[in-house]
């Protein structure tokens, strides 16, 4: 197959090759499955396992912590090597956390599936650090915000798909296991936990057959570097990524600073929403099973999906920073109901919120990294996925509110006040933006 796009100096194609980026935008919702599916073994093992609200949260501090870990590590690796051998580790290690599933379903213990959990990560956190930055960069520079969001898209797929897993091959019929378990002397319970815990072993099964195919398609298919001119050169200066100048640098670009912490609470803040909306339900209908429960995770992707999709829309016509502004805070106004009004429509609420989630990673991830010079955009590009860290301390703070309250719609004000900084993030780029602008007009008058 002859290649119809050409490598320009600063790392960007002067067409997309299409195979190459269908491929590499498949790994979007591959990740979002592994988020989902988090979802719903939070919910599996705080009944499976009788855990607190803080304890379940631990499975995305494992998950998370995962992607923090190794974030560096894929960084330096697309340095050394490309994006492409970044992709493979990022598979391997994936595949290798799906694995890890089967000991821990005959272990039966949660610290086990908590490893698990974490080498998933591992791979994820390869994938991520590679993927969205690769996404930019497969075609014109003009065009790199709407490639990435328009790859981002296809996360809320794999956020559907993952919690159809969960709902049909994780959870069962019947009354919630709650329910059930309070009914069983503690010989049947303990029979029934190891029952429970086999069938999180189906959604990984699939996953893996997935994960092996695209693996072999990522070793045969030639795919470009997509690394600037300047980069390549013997004679080019040496950036490493793990220095205190790299450091340094990356902090001192205010605007890459803002969105770091905005990605930071971004992750958060959509990772505790998410983490809760089936415990919520669960809360706010005591009649209702988990399955039932599960419907609106199901909605809050379907409709993350639409506001996704409505906003890859907006940011061809409009400023990706005002509808994100606005998103921001049609998001803040949803949270804000449920943490105020104590009955179940909070869950339409919850699941409205998602809508306004949607465009916020994809936007915050390729702006952020327009700010940096391109010698450092790997370095950027593992930070960025670093900040997921907020992923593994929000939930869990949001479970210890929960769990001393005993009130947990209230607890959604965490969440709430990370979408309240976001916005304030995308009013503060519009001002940056503008005062740009007015600088390039003063010296082209002058």
């Not at 600063?10 to 979007?28: N, S, V």
């Not at 309250?405 to 969440?415: L, N, S, Y």
Request: proline residues 4%; aromatic residues 14%.
């Amino acid at each position: 197959m002859s290649k119809n796009w050409t490598q320009l100096s600063d790392g960007y194609l002067t067409k997309t090759p299409i195979l190459q980026f269908a491929l590499m935008t498949m790994l979007f919702p591959l990740w979002s499955i592994a988020n989902s599916l988090n979802d719903v073994l939070i919910t599996q093992f705080k009944s499976v396992f009788e855990l607190s609200n803080f304890a379940s949260a631990l499975v995305q501090s494992a998950f998370f912590g995962g992607y923090f870990v190794m974030a560096l590590p894929a960084a330096i690796l697309i340095k050394k090597s490309s994006y492409v051998s970044t992709i493979l580790a990022g598979l391997f290690f994936y595949i290798c956390g799906c694995f890890l599933f089967f000991p821990a379903s005959h272990m039966a213990t949660y610290n086990m599936f908590l490893v698990a959990i974490f080498a998933i990560a591992l791979g994820l956190s390869f994938l991520e650090t590679s993927a969205n930055t690769y996404s930019t960069m497969l075609g014109p520079n003009k065009s790199s915000t709407f490639r990435i969001n328009l790859s981002q898209t296809f996360t809320p797929i794999g956020n559907i798909c993952g919690i159809l897993l969960g709902k049909y091959l994780v959870f069962q019929e019947g009354e919630s296991l709650t329910s059930q378990m309070a009914q069983m002397t503690q010989d049947q319970i303990h029979v029934f936990q190891l029952e429970m815990l086999q069938y999180t072993l189906t959604p990984y099964k699939i996953i893996v057959c997935i994960l092996v195919v695209l693996f072999v398609l990522f070793m045969l298919i030639k795919f470009p570097k997509c690394k600037p001119a300047v980069e390549m050169a013997d004679n080019a200066p040496k950036i490493k990524l793990n220095s205190m100048k790299t450091l340094r640098y990356m902090f001192s670009v205010k605007r890459f600073r803002r969105g770091l912490l905005a990605m930071f609470l971004y992750n958060g803040m959509q990772a505790a929403v998410w983490s809760f909306t089936i415990r919520l339900a669960l809360v706010m209908d005591t009649s209702i099973n988990e399955r039932e429960a599960a419907n609106y995770m199901i909605a809050s992707f379907i409709i993350f999906f639409i506001g996704r999709a409505v906003a890859s829309a907006l940011l061809s016509k409009l400023s990706a920073n005002k509808v994100l502004l606005w998103y921001s805070l049609a998001g803040c106004l949803c949270l804000a109901y449920v943490v105020l009004i104590p009955d179940f429509s909070v869950m339409y609420a919850v699941v409205l919120a998602s809508a306004f989630m949607g465009p916020g990673y994809p936007t915050i991830y390729a702006k952020s990294l327009d700010n940096v010079d391109p010698s450092y955009r790997e370095a950027a590009a593992a930070a960025m996925v670093m900040s997921i860290i907020g992923g593994a301390i929000f939930p869990a703070v949001f479970g210890l509110f929960a769990d001393i309250t005993g009130v947990m719609h209230m607890a959604f004000f965490i969440p709430l006040i990370c979408f309240i900084v976001i916005a304030w993030y995308f009013y503060t780029e519009i001002k940056e933006d503008k005062s740009a602008e007015a600088s390039r007009v003063l010296s082209m008058e002058h």
